[in-house]
Structures are given as structure tokens and as C-alpha cells.
């Protein structure tokens, strides 16, 4: 399944999370700088535009370790995980995407109804079968 060149499933969605970390900053570059010039410690209001670039880039880390996890479970056999992990993606993708159409939350859907669909396949079609395709 994986090669040079190609990504695995949970490969997919740590590129999207880095894709939307570095995005983070370019939108909220301001924000961060604001928030690295001052001591740090308490200079996020509960409510604000800090605080909506610290969700931004923050979240990117823990998207990153389940994809991590996702590629783990899938190659020690336990695509059961890699379902369950790919699902729950796939509905806070959907929901995103349907309470803020224009960001890319539609992505992160389409990424994790990928793994649950991969993780789905026979088991003798797995290895065979590209994640791409």
C-alpha cells in the first residue's frame, strides 16, 4: 500500500494538519506575534481572535497523533481502531464543514471516510488496494 511517493492513510491526515497549522499561521500572524511579544502566560482572552488562532494551531497537534496512531493500528492489524479513530474524524469533520462551509473541515471528512472505507476493505485486498485510489 504505501510506497515511495505515496502516503499512507494516517500519512494523509498528518499532511492536513501541518497543512493546517501552516495555514494557521499565515491567517493569524498577527495574533501570535501579538501573543509572543507580551509574557505569554494569561495573554489569550477566553473570547477573542487570540484565542480562535491558539484553537487554530493547537489542534493541529493532537490531528497529528491520530494520524500517527491510524498508520500504528493499521500496521498491527487493528482496523478496528483505525475505524473507530477514522469515524469519529469523519463526524467532526462533517460537522465543522456544515457549521463553517468555507474552511477546509470538508478535507478532514474526506481524509477519514477514506480510513474508515480502507479499513473496511478484506483483509487481502488491503495491501493491494492504494489508499489513493
Known amino acids: 500500500m504505501s510506497g515511495p511517493g505515496r502516503l499512507t492513510p494516517g500519512g494523509w491526515l498528518r499532511a492536513l494538519t501541518i497543512a493546517h497549522a501552516g495555514l494557521g499561521v499565515v491567517i493569524y500572524r498577527r495574533e501570535l ?6 509574557r505569554v502566560l494569561d495573554t489569550v482572552p477566553y473570547r477573542s481572535e ?4 491558539l484553537w487554530f494551531i493547537g489542534s493541529a497537534f493532537p490531528g497529528w497523533l491520530v494520524g500517527y496512531f491510524v498508520d500504528k493500528a493499521i500496521d498491527a492489524g487493528d482496523y478496528r481502531s483505525a475505524r473507530l479513530a477514522g469515524g469519529l474524524g ?14 477546509l473541515m470538508w478535507a ?6 477514506r480510513i474508515v472505507r480502507h479499513s473496511r476493505l478484506p483483509a487481502e485486498w488491503r495491501d493491494k488496494t492504494s489508499f489513493e485510489t
Do not use: D, F
Not at 506575534?33 to 507580551?38: D, K
Not at 487570540?50 to 488562532?53: C, D, E, F, L, W
Not at 478532514?108 to 471516510?113: D, G
Open 33 to 38: 506575534r501579538e501573543i509572543a511579544s507580551e
Open 50 to 53: 487570540r484565542a480562535a488562532a
Open 90 to 103: 469523519l463526524g467532526a469533520g462533517l460537522g465543522g464543514a456544515a457549521l463553517m462551509p468555507r474552511s
Open 108 to 113: 478532514q471528512a474526506i481524509v477519514c471516510a
